[in-house]
């Protein structure tokens, strides 16, 4: 499982700009600092969008 995340990961990473990676990074940091991760991702769904 962490093998195809992994890999899956770097194959998106490649194909996006530095600017989207950017924010997915924060979102994945957001999400694993806990519950409010969830809540956080709602404000920052902005930079999605």
């Known amino acids: 499982m962490v093998e195809l995340t992994t890999y899956r990961?770097?194959?998106?990473?490649?194909?996006?700009?530095?600017?989207?990676?950017?924010?997915?990074?924060?979102?994945?940091y957001s999400n694993i600092?806990?519950?409010?991760?969830?809540?956080h991702l709602r404000k920052c769904s902005h930079l999605i969008s």
């Not at 770097?10 to 997915?24: A, G």
């Open 33 to 39: 600092e806990g519950a409010k991760g969830g809540i």
């Open 9 to 28: 990961w770097n194959y998106i990473s490649r194909k996006m700009l530095k600017q989207e990676r950017k924010w997915l990074y924060h979102i994945i």
